[in-house]
């Protein structure tokens, strides 16, 4: 477990440098501040609407953004990221002759890679509630005072969170397996095309394909039940779809790291 | 012993890389493992880490098992294995930095690694625009930052200047002597072996096909004196005739058997007083091709 720990610090302390990185903290950042400024300069166009509808349409240009396109392809990156720092540098073979186990290198290299998304997506939540509550104390007509829904946000952004995490799993063991970008970004792509594919034509086992997970968990956030008031919103975290992603990052994560302990370090 | 094998073998495919190999590296030595390039050296390095496992065979580091002892072996382990590992968006200091954080050892020890292979002053400066010679021994300073018992360095001197190669020998020479670690050490280069082992192994194509002291090294690598003339062919009668035997002549020089310093002295003396010009005159090793030829023939005897 020590080496777990010291592995982590390790992963923080050499990717603090790189785009990696940053990118967990600036996509949300700069995505949230460009809607923010678009809602500032239209506040006209956006003022009057009650605070529920102006949070739920303010918060779903990210969402969409992130739930349809951007989540997958993030976390593609994340993957090959947090490994390409090891290919570049030649240094797997000094991280799997130091004196820490295999398992716990392995596997603080993907709970890192898991940290940065989950990182990402918690601050998605949390720039999305910072500058809503901005624009409203700036523009007190766009009636973001009015309504809060910081725990739903929170609850939603978990939710795509656990939704990736099969996506992160499989792009995880690829990126490990090889060292260059093209391979493994080609076959996530080609695998989120497919989920986006099955997605769209309405595909029943669509929720067998991780790369689809991100946008079902969209789907099913908001189950609206009969006797439910419309201004009730109940977020279902747990759906199909977050099963299934759950079950094969467990899988592919143990399944991967014999894969690694077979495989020679070059 | 600090390393023990016995019969380690390692196929690649159906290719056999390591063919039973039984290597004995004694606490103390600067034990240096021999041979050209492709003969197996790295391949030998990594299954002494554990870093690939071995078709059969066994190992044993400082008399402990792989299999039970892992982490206590690797501990004591500081390793450079081909080109220097290292992050090169970091600099020179948090590479170590970094190392340190894996193996909890004070930010201390860094800087006197830094100062020990005299990067100090570059400590700040992105590794990736180290030169060769510095990346390499940023890689000797992290495989020295846990002052380890055993160190396993892989070709360490490629890409040094003949002053960096000084400073890695003598570094490496003092550590055995005053600390009493045991440095293994591969090279395809016999010369830069002869001048700092204690014990030697060499390899060709996987097999072992020498090992011991570097005394029985010399015996078999029959050093010869190699003397440039005005005239070789005088030199070479002359030399017979006071009993010399000559191994070696053409247009350009001639080389005879090397005994000592005094008598390559007696033999320039010699040639003086006949009146032949002696341009040159110098102890020669045999070249690793030559030195395979000697042992191998030898092992046919």
């Given amino acids: 477990m020590k080496g777990f720990i010291l592995s982590l610090k390790s992963e923080f302390y050499k990717s603090r440098k790189t785009l990696g990185f940053w990118a967990a903290i600036l996509l949300p950042f700069l995505l949230l501040f460009f809607t923010s400024i678009g809602y500032y300069t239209n506040s006209d166009k956006v003022a009057g609407a009650p605070g529920l509808l102006t949070w739920m349409r303010f918060a779903s240009i990210a969402l969409n953004v992130m739930g349809a396109l951007l989540l997958p392809m993030y976390v593609i990156f994340i993957a090959y990221s947090v490994n390409s720092i090891e290919h570049k540098a030649d240094t797997w073979k000094t991280l799997f002759s130091l004196p820490i186990g295999k398992w716990w290198v392995y596997a603080a290299k993907f709970f890192y890679a898991m940290l940065l998304v989950f990182i990402t997506l918690m601050l998605f939540a949390l720039f999305t509630i910072g500058f809503g509550n901005l624009l409203g104390l700036l523009k007190p007509e766009i009636k973001f005072a009015d309504y809060h829904m910081e725990l739903i946000l929170l609850q939603v952004y978990f939710k795509l969170f656990l939704s990736a995490l099969g996506i992160l799993s499989i792009q995880f063991l690829l990126s490990l397996l090889w060292s260059d970008f093209l391979k493994p970004m080609g076959i996530g792509f080609l695998l989120f095309i497919t989920g986006v594919i099955c997605n769209g034509v309405g595909w029943k086992y669509a929720y067998t394909i991780p790369y689809a997970h991100p946008m079902l968990a969209l789907k099913s956030m908001f189950p609206r039940k009969p006797n439910m008031p419309p201004t009730q919103i109940v977020v279902d975290i747990f759906t199909q779809d977050v099963f299934i992603s759950l079950g094969v990052s467990v899988v592919v994560f143990i399944a991967g790291f014999y894969i690694v302990q077979k495989k020679s370090v070059k | ?301």
């Avoid at chain 2, 992105?126 to 360095?153: F, N």
């Avoid at chain 2, 097999?207 to 010869?224: D, R, V, Y």
Wanted: hydrophobic share 40%.
């Fill in chain 2, 1 to 301: 012993m600090v390393i023990e094998t016995t019969g380690l073998t390692f196929n690649f495919g159906s290719q056999t890389v390591v063919n039973s190999l039984s290597l004995q590296v004694p606490q103390g030595s600067i034990y240096g493992f021999l041979g050209p390039n492709g003969a197996g050296k790295t391949t030998t390095i990594k299954l002494l880490l554990n870093l690939l496992q071995h078709s059969q065979g066994d190992i044993k580091i400082f008399g402990l098992d792989f299999a039970t002892n892992r982490t206590q072996i690797l501990s004591q382990i500081g390793s450079l294995i081909e080109q220097p590992a290292i992050y090169s968006h970091l600099t020179g200091r948090e590479n170590l930095i970094n190392r340190a954080i894996l193996l909890q050892i004070n930010e201390s020890r860094v800087d006197e690694m830094l100062k020990l292979v005299q990067l100090t002053d570059a400590a700040h400066k992105k590794a990736g625009k180290y030169s060769l010679g510095m990346k390499q021994r940023l890689g000797i300073a992290l495989a020295l930052l846990p002052d380890p018992k055993l160190l396993m360095l892989d070709e360490p001197t490629n890409g040094l200047d003949p002053n960096g190669i000084i400073e890695i020998r003598e570094l490496l020479k003092r550590l055995t002597k005053e600390q009493g670690k045991t440095v293994f050490i591969s090279s395809h280069l016999l010369a830069e072996i002869e001048r700092m082992a204690t014990h030697v192994a060499i390899i060709n194509k996987g097999k072992l096909l020498f090992q011991g002291e570097i005394k029985e090294l010399e015996t078999l690598s029959k050093p010869q004196v190699r003397i440039e003339t005005n005239n070789t062919v005088d030199a070479a009668n002359l030399l017979t005739k006071n009993g010399y035997v000559v191994a070696e002549i053409n247009n350009d020089h001639l080389s005879v058997a090397y005994k000592s310093k005094e008598d390559t002295g007696k033999i320039n003396a010699l040639l003086n007083q006949t009146g032949l010009t002696v341009y040159s005159i110098h102890k020669v090793q045999k070249d690793l091709e030559n030195l395979f030829l000697n042992i191998t023939q030898n092992q046919a005897v």
